[in-house]
Every structure is written in C-alpha cells, then in structure tokens.
C-alpha cells in the first residue's frame, strides 16, 4: 500500500515538472502564435497593412485602428523604421520573434510629425562607430533581442469614417535596410 | 511486475497531473500581476520583457499580441459586477468613467476573441464617437437588439468579453486601485 502512495507522490510531483516545462516550452513550440499567423502574408522588412475584417488574422485585434505590420530580419543589418503620425494617435510596438513586446512608443513621446528609429540587435550596436552614436543624440536606436521579429503600426480612426486617413499614414511607412 | 505497475502508474499521473494543470492554467488566464478594478482585470507586464511564462504560453497558444506598455493598457472583463458571465442575450449597462487617457476604445469578442458580426458592422466605441452624458461619464448598452443611445450589438451570442484599452495613459504597473483608475461599472438587467 505505501509503495503505490509513493509511486503516486512521485507522480504528482513528476506531474509538476511536465506542467512547469510544457508551459515554458509552449512558446518556442506554438504553431499558431502570432508570427506564425503573419508569416505567409508579411514579406520580410517590408510594411504592409492588414485587413481588418470579421476574421481577423489575430484575435483581439482593437478594431478602432488601422494596423500594418513589418516582419523584420536583422542578419543582414540594421533596419530603418519611418512612420509619419496620423492625426489623431499612432503607435510604433516591437515584438520579438517569440511575441514578446519589448518596446512601444507612440506620437506624443517621439514627438515629431514622423516617428523615426532605427532597430539593431545589440551586437550590430555595439559595432556602431563611437562618434556616429555621439553625434547622433535625437537618433532613436532600438535594440532588437532577437534577431528575427514584429513591428506593429497602428494609427487610430476615431470615428469609423476616418480609416480611410489612418490607413493612408500607415501606407506611407516604411521599414528598410539602411 | 510491481516496479512496472508502479512505474506505469507514476507516468500516467504524471502526464495527467502536469498537462491538465497546463491545459487548466491556459484556458483559464491565470497570469500573475493583476490589476483588478471591479469586474475589469488588465496585466499591464505582459506589454513588457517581463512578461511572466503562463501569459507567454497564453498568448503563444491564442496567437494573439499584447499591448505594449508605451502604447497602452487593455482592460479585459468577461463577468458583471454580481460575478455572473456577460450573456448576449441579456441587456448589459457599462456605465461611469475611464481613467485618465488621450484615448480609449471598448470592443466587444467572442471567448476567442474574435469580433461578433452585426448589420452596423460595430464591434466597439472610441472615446471620441461616444454619446456623454452631461457629466462626462457615458452610458453604454450591450444588448441583443437596437437600444437608444450608445448600443453595443451582441448578436445574441451565448459568451461574449468585454476590453477597454487605455492608450497614452498613466496607468500602469505602479497602478494600484480603483481609485486611481475609475472603471464603469456592468449591470445585467433583463434577458431575452
């Protein structure tokens, strides 16, 4: 009897850690995370919007905003992100190969008529030039830590009338290479 | 014989024991960090690099992104005041006031969240086309059928979730309680 008790302790506490280890393997595994659903229809460093219909692409998409999306690769380089502000709010977020949203900026905290940054991975950093990072003091320089990964413009329609306007700022963004 | 019974039996609750915590911790949202004001609960660390293992494994499964911190933070709510699930076929009040933010917008899912067909193809309200009241709080109606005023269609769906998300908005990690961030309640008046 007490040996079954312990094969059954020994279970649950081998229970445990296929629980801690399934759920910190999911994200490397998920075939349906968010790259995943963009990959066939995002052409690498290029910005290109989204539809916004009944089925969106992602759930719990913000319907009140007009969203496009730059799949980026660094392995050849640093990118360069252009994107000038609609009228009413635009934001800039970067997330990682693996959906992890490390850097937001929105209009008012980059505070120009076009929010411009360039993104690298650390190392592509760290081989900049000293003065280059000196001289370039309202140079925005974003560091990537993944190699591969997601930039999500949105721009707000206030009113469902004014998509149109939204959707025309993010057409003139523009992620490339420098 | 006995080592291979008990061996057996130590897999078997293993495999249960572990994935059904998985599968249970998944499905049910259980990430830490939460901030809850009233029915409404927002998780501002997953916009963040600190987002903790059981909301990366929830979002990797949904496929969903979050909000960033710097853009925003969404508020989710999927029962009312009393603790009972939204029912699309119940007229729903979300009445009162948001905290402090340039904008903010309110959509209506379903459980997956996707976004309920309707013929005026409205799936929420920005904080820009809402009718105020002349105290500057709003009244919002979730029902099955048209309502005067600010009417969110439910389309009579069984389940649906609420989301509130305050964009350029102090609210944040530091943020505590409700009274720093005023929520609108939700009532449930009568079904169908």
């Not at chain 1, 900026?105 to 900049?128: H, S, Y």
């Not at chain 2, 998985?22 to 499905?27: D, E, G, K, R, V």
């Not at chain 2, 909301?55 to 925003?72: E, H, K, S």
Request: proline share 7%; hydrophobic share 45%.
């Amino acid at each position: 009897m007490t040996r079954w008790l312990l094969w059954l302790i020994g279970g649950i506490l081998l229970g445990g850690i296929v629980h801690l280890s399934t759920v910190l393997a999911l994200p490397r595994t998920a075939a349906h995370d968010a790259y995943a659903r963009l990959l066939p229809i995002t052409p690498v460093n290029k910005v290109v919007p989204l539809p916004t219909s009944e089925s969106a692409i992602m759930p719990f998409m913000d319907p009140a905003f007009a969203t496009a999306v730059c799949r980026y690769d660094l392995s050849r380089g640093a990118l360069k992100l252009t994107a000038p502000i609609s009228q009413a709010y635009t934001a800039v977020s970067f997330y990682t190969r693996y959906g992890i949203a490390y850097y937001a900026i929105n209009d008012r905290a980059a505070g120009r008529k076009v929010i411009e940054l360039d993104l690298m991975t650390t190392r592509q950093r760290d081989q900049l030039p000293e003065e280059e990072d000196v001289t370039a003091a309202d140079r925005l320089i974003v560091e990537s830590p993944t190699q591969t990964g997601l930039i999500v413009l949105k721009a707000l329609s206030p009113e469902p009338g004014l998509m149109p306007m939204a959707e025309k700022a993010l057409a003139a963004a523009q992620c490339k290479p420098q | 014989m006995r080592l291979f019974l008990g061996s057996l039996l130590c897999f078997f609750v293993a495999a249960a024991v572990g994935l059904g915590a998985t599968w249970f911790a998944l499905s049910n949202g259980t990430a830490f960090g939460a901030i809850t004001i009233g029915a409404w609960q927002a998780w501002p660390k997953t916009g963040t690099m600190e987002i903790d293992p059981y909301a990366r494994a929830a979002l990797a499964r949904t496929g969903a992104l979050p909000v960033g911190l710097g853009d925003g933070v969404s508020f989710i709510a999927k029962f009312d005041d009393s603790g009972r699930l939204l029912d699309g076929r119940c007229d729903v009040h979300i009445t009162g006031t948001t905290p402090q933010a340039r904008f903010w917008t309110i959509t209506l899912y379903d459980p997956d969240g996707q976004f309920i067909a309707n013929s005026l193809n409205r799936q929420g309200f920005t904080s820009q086309e809402l009718i105020r009241n002349p105290d500057g709080g709003f009244d919002i109606t979730a029902a099955p059928r048209a309502r005067p005023g600010n009417w969110l269609p439910t389309g009579g769906v069984e389940r649906y979730i609420l989301a509130i998300r305050l964009y350029d908005t102090p609210v944040g990690i530091a943020t505590r309680a409700g009274r720093e961030a005023p929520m609108p309640t939700i009532t449930q008046g009568s079904c169908q």
